[in-house]
């Protein structure tokens, strides 16, 4: 039995979802079809699929399966292109899931320059805040920010950003300025709702952990229409550092209770857990360390807290 040929089988036959299908794919018979299956389940001594009149479903052992055969196949596609290529460069399809906004801020000026860089590599980005299945979705790589909670992907960190409590100089003359975190209770919350409650502001304090419960004026799951709304003075917002730093020092923004500790967040590089790395992933990792080793919002006197506001 040809192992590499029966499991590019039972990959077209799951991806195609019959053997007929999978017969018009491949280019052979669906008698070749039916006996690489049938060879690959006797080989294994475990059904791979369950079969109806009406349709094929995989079987648990056969969806572990068919996953491995996708990162070992996608694997040996990879080495040949490498090879092809007789100059070890990256080669192919890369596929990438990155954050919305920071997909736009801090990314997308980079693509052009990792292109040029690596002529024989084709970009698939996809900008979702979503936390996406890398194995499942067919992803090579992502960049998460936050806590990491998936211990199967590899992580690289590739750089920090704070949360900063802000809001307008006009919110805070129309509103009064907080002094302490429970004077947030007074004003209105606008919320990023991947990442916090409606309303609920909690921050490590000089006494310890606090917790207040304002008032939500908005609750969105895109961070460009909270900073949006913040901007139009409808609000205290708690916002990354990588998304208001140049509202802050323009002064379009403030900063507020700095002496509450909002905490930092970790950005990654993510891909799944893989003996041969591909060329491509690992290039891509390697570009984005260099490119984010001092970011932007931490420069220009990013790295020095804004002045807090005083009361009107």
């Given at each position: 039995?040809?192992?590499?040929?029966?499991?590019?089988?039972?990959?077209?036959v799951?991806?195609a979802?019959?053997?007929?299908?999978?017969?018009?794919?491949?280019?052979?018979?669906?008698?070749?079809?039916?006996?690489?299956?049938?060879?690959?389940?006797?080989?294994?001594?475990?059904?791979?699929?369950?079969?109806?009149?009406?349709?094929?479903?995989?079987?648990?052992?056969?969806?572990?399966?068919?996953?491995?055969?996708?990162?070992?196949?996608a694997?040996?596609?990879?080495?040949?292109?490498?090879?092809?290529?007789?100059?070890?460069?990256?080669?192919?399809?890369?596929?990438?899931?990155?954050?919305?906004?920071?997909?736009?801020?801090?990314?997308?000026?980079?693509?052009?320059?990792?292109?040029?860089?690596?002529?024989?590599?084709?970009?698939?980005?996809?900008?979702?805040d979503?936390?996406?299945?890398?194995?499942?979705?067919g992803?090579?790589?992502?960049?998460?920010?936050?806590?990491?909670?998936?211990?199967?992907?590899?992580?690289?960190?590739?750089?920090?950003?704070?949360?900063?409590l802000?809001?307008?100089?006009?919110?805070?003359?129309?509103?009064?300025?907080?002094?302490v975190?429970?004077?947030?209770?007074h004003?209105?919350?606008?919320?990023?709702?991947?990442?916090?409650?409606?309303?609920?502001?909690?921050?490590?304090?000089?006494?310890?952990?606090?917790?207040?419960?304002?008032?939500?004026?908005?609750?969105?799951?895109?961070?460009?229409?909270?900073?949006?709304?913040?901007?139009?003075?409808?609000?205290?917002?708690?916002?990354?550092?990588?998304?208001?730093?140049?509202?802050?020092?323009?002064?379009?923004?403030?900063?507020?209770?700095?002496?509450?500790?909002?905490?930092?967040?970790?950005?990654?590089?993510?891909?799944?857990?893989?003996?041969?790395?591909?060329?491509?992933?690992?290039?891509l990792?390697?570009?984005?360390?260099?490119?984010?080793?001092?970011?932007?919002?931490?420069?220009?006197?990013?790295?020095?807290?804004?002045?807090?506001?005083?009361?009107?």
């Open positions: 039995m040809d192992k590499i040929q029966a499991m590019s089988t039972f990959v077209a799951v991806e979802g019959s053997f007929v299908k999978a017969m018009s794919v491949l280019g052979i018979s669906k008698a070749a079809v039916s006996r690489h299956v049938a060879e690959l389940e006797q080989h294994l001594e475990t059904r791979l699929l369950q079969r109806t009149t009406r349709r094929l479903s995989l079987t648990a052992e056969g969806q572990r399966y068919f996953e491995r055969c996708k990162e070992v196949l694997a040996v596609q990879e080495a040949e292109s490498e090879i092809r290529s007789r100059s070890g460069e990256a080669y192919g399809r890369l596929r990438i899931c990155v954050p919305y906004s920071f997909g736009i801020l801090h990314l997308a000026p980079l693509w052009s320059t990792f292109l040029s860089e690596n002529p024989q590599v084709q970009l698939d980005i996809v900008l979702s979503r936390m996406v299945d890398l194995v499942e979705e992803y090579d790589m992502a960049v998460r920010i936050g806590v990491l909670t998936d211990s199967a992907l590899i992580s690289r960190r590739l750089a920090t950003t704070r949360l900063i802000c809001a307008t100089p006009t919110y805070l003359e129309r509103h009064g300025t907080p002094k975190l429970k004077d947030l209770a004003h209105q919350a606008i919320v990023y709702s991947y990442s916090a409650r409606a309303g609920e502001w909690s921050f490590e304090g000089p006494d310890g952990r606090e917790t207040v419960q304002s008032e939500t004026r908005l609750f969105a799951n895109n961070g460009d229409t909270c900073l949006r709304v913040a901007l139009d003075h409808q609000g205290i917002a708690l916002q990354p550092e990588f998304m208001i730093h140049e509202h802050l020092r323009r002064g379009e923004l403030v900063q507020l209770l700095p002496q509450y500790n909002t905490g930092e967040r970790n950005i990654y590089a993510l891909y799944p857990t893989r003996k041969l790395l591909p060329i491509k992933v690992r290039r990792v390697d570009f984005l360390a260099r490119a984010l080793e001092r970011p932007v919002w931490q420069q220009s006197g990013g790295d020095e807290p804004t002045r807090p506001a005083t009361a009107p």
